[in-house]
């Protein structure tokens, strides 16, 4: 998977794919990241990418023209592929919200383009002639897309066959699933006067799969977030337990 941010902050995301699962994935080849920097496809030599909104208004917009250059650049730079099957994705609080069905969608993809949007926003034109997706991250409003960008990348990448390793299986993660995880435990048994579940010590996997699944995933979900109930995998013993 290739993933190509478009953004006016290249520095943003130096180090951001140098360590643990993501760093592994783009050392062994299996994940790239490369960040073109708007600026360069600026017209002035003050690299202006933004300007006054038509109709007034506080703060600036991203000019349309740049940010065009600049993607198309990237798309020339590719292997020959179908151009309509390259997600080109704005990153905007204006968008769809991220979720697990759109981080499938876009995991088959090969290449990726990720505009980092900026200030008060971009160009209307970038959302309505270039962009395939415009994607949020959830309802607060970040400085700009970079952050964003990352989030997507990161979840994106678990994705991709051999990043994570396979004791992890991706596909029967929480959320994946629709439940929230079960809790965790490690040694020490006994920490600070907490103590470690009875029933994870006792061996009886039949027993320990019931706690887990049950009484810890399926409570949590139905305490904290009950919206996911309606999407989530559930057994028919599930949906008795839940309708009692
Ligand atoms: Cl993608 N960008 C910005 N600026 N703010 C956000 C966001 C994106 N998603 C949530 N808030």
């Known amino acids: 998977m290739r993933f190509h941010v478009v953004t006016l902050f290249p520095e943003a995301f130096e180090?951001?794919?140098?360590y643990s699962i993501l760093g592994r994935a783009v050392h062994r080849g299996l994940v790239s990241v490369t960040v073109t920097d708007i600026r360069k496809f600026t017209f002035d030599r003050h690299g202006t990418a933004d300007d006054y909104q038509f109709g007034g208004g506080p703060g600036m917009v991203m000019k349309p023209e740049p940010i065009f250059r600049a993607v198309e650049d990237v798309l020339e730079s590719l292997p020959p592929e179908e151009p309509d099957l390259?997600?080109?994705l704005l990153m905007s609080p204006q968008g769809e919200q991220l979720n697990q069905r759109l981080i499938d969608e876009l995991a088959v993809a090969p290449d990726i383009v990720i505009v980092c949007g900026h200030y008060a926003g971009v160009d209307e034109r970038i959302r309505t002639g270039l962009a395939t997706h415009e994607i949020s991250?959830?309802?607060?409003v970040l400085t700009g897309g970079e952050l964003a960008a990352m989030v997507v990348i990161d979840a994106v990448s678990r994705f991709i066959p051999d990043v994570v390793g396979s004791a992890e299986n991706v596909h029967e993660d929480s959320i994946t699933s629709g439940l929230l995880q079960h809790p965790l435990y490690t040694r020490p048994v006994e920490f600070r006067g907490m103590t470690t579940p009875e029933v994870l010590r006792s061996g009886n996997h039949a027993e320990i799969a019931r706690w887990r699944g049950?009484?810890?995933s399926l409570e949590r979900t139905l305490r904290?977030?009950?919206d996911l109930l309606r999407f989530a995998e559930l057994s028919n013993s599930d949906r008795i337990?839940?309708?009692q």
């Open 137 to 140: 991250i959830g309802d607060y």
């Open 15 to 18: 180090g951001a794919t140098s």
């Open 214 to 216: 049950r009484q810890q």
């Open 241 to 243: 337990y839940l309708e």
């Open 224 to 226: 904290l977030r009950p």
């Open 86 to 88: 390259i997600p080109i």
